[in-house]
């Protein structure tokens, strides 16, 4: 079985899914292989997924890039919620809002403060247009009225350095690419995505605490290509979400900053149509383009 996870090894995608395809190889007593087809934002492997035959043995990790590839692409050669099945939901991965440790804000509300009071001085880094950093910094602009600077990075691993070394002041980033700069004080977290606080962060607030409504974060999850049978589905479904009950399975997530999400196919579909529409309002309303 191959699982094609759309971003190049050693990101937090390509982490979640090597711990995923270990358990399923597991269970079911047969190899599973992960796959990198970077490119396009994940777009290479979801066709390639598309375009395999509906056996189960070629199977997308999808992510939350997937969602929002749907508004930002103006021409796909596939339709998401037409031509995938969904499998079941994984994990949800959060993000923090961070800032260089030289910044004069120490708080959530102080750096707002700060932004309206010095419009367009903060740089914040993003990994690329359409990015979930770019696409947070705009929900958090429309929602707080605060005008800075996207100054845009080819991924998040040329962003965070220039972050660290205050080249740009501020970045919405994923906990499982920060954590470890976080702890050696190289980064200062100001508040997480979520809507809940974060056990690897407890004393980190939400951004939701001092924005009312404001949740984000990244998620991910499994689909077949359409037709795959019922029978299938399910098995894979029943297995993963047998995966995310185990206590060692949790643990090794909860490490990299993630909480499980286990639910049926059915609520992995619904999560994939309200991702669509949420991150759709937000790109067109900041007239995000494709680069």
Request: charged content about 20%; glycine content about 8%; proline content about 7%.
């Amino acid at each position: 079985m191959r699982l094609l996870v759309g971003y190049a090894a050693g990101g937090p995608a390509d982490t979640v899914a090597r711990l995923t395809a270990q358990w399923l190889s597991d269970r079911l007593g047969q190899q599973v292989v992960v796959e990198n087809r970077a490119g396009a934002a994940s777009n290479i492997a979801a066709e390639a997924v598309v375009r395999s035959p509906p056996d189960g043995y070629t199977l997308l990790y999808v992510t939350v890039s997937n969602a929002v590839n749907v508004t930002l692409y103006d021409k796909l050669n596939f339709d998401l919620m037409r031509d995938l099945v969904p499998i079941a939901s994984i994990t949800r991965s959060p993000g923090v809002l961070e800032v260089n440790p030289s910044f004069p804000a120490q708080t959530l509300p102080e750096f707002i403060a700060y932004a309206r009071a010095n419009p367009r001085k903060i740089n914040m880094a993003s990994a690329g247009p359409g990015s979930a950093p770019h696409l947070y910094t705009e929900l958090f602009k429309m929602m707080t009225g605060v005008d800075v600077i996207q100054v845009h990075y080819r991924g998040s691993g040329p962003a965070l350095p220039d972050l660290i070394s205050g080249q740009v002041q501020a970045m919405f980033e994923a906990v499982a690419s920060s954590i470890g700069y976080i702890r050696a004080g190289k980064l200062r977290p100001l508040a997480v995505t979520t809507a809940t606080r974060l056990e690897v962060l407890p004393d980190v607030p939400t951004v939701g605490d001092f924005v009312r409504g404001y949740e984000a974060s990244g998620w991910y999850g499994l689909a077949a290509p359409k037709n795959t049978p019922a029978e299938i589905v399910a098995r894979l479904n029943a297995e993963i979400n047998a995966g995310l009950a185990d206590p060692r399975m949790k643990g090794l997530f909860a490490d990299l900053g993630a909480a499980v999400l286990p639910g049926s196919p059915a609520d992995f579909g619904k999560l994939l149509a309200e991702e669509t529409k949420k991150w759709g309002k937000v790109i067109r309303a900041a007239n995000i383009k494709a680069e």
